[in-house]
């Protein structure tokens, strides 16, 4: 599932993120969350979060904090958009 939260307003849409984070957490509390933000997009394998799966887990929640904002990182997280 995807969820897109966007706006001139970034407190608002940091709650709202947070908001969902937290109830996905607790619906599932043995899944895997990654906090991606601009200054570390490029440690992380998007191919690898996108179909990879941990050995004990089996869902990961990946956040991309104003990732968008860049259009060089948004052209490396668009490329996947339908994966």
Not at 8 to 30: C, F, I, M, P, W
């Amino acid at each position: 599932m995807l969820y897109v939260y966007y706006g001139e307003d970034v407190t608002s849409a940091r709650n709202k993120v947070q908001a969902t984070t937290s109830n996905l957490l607790s619906k599932n509390k043995d899944a895997l969350y990654f906090r991606i933000t601009p200054d570390v997009l490029h440690e992380y394998d998007i191919t690898e979060l996108i179909g990879g799966q941990g050995l004990f887990k089996s869902e990961y929640i990946v956040v991309f904090d104003t990732v968008l904002s860049s259009k060089d990182h948004a052209a490396t997280v668009l490329n996947h958009i339908k994966e």
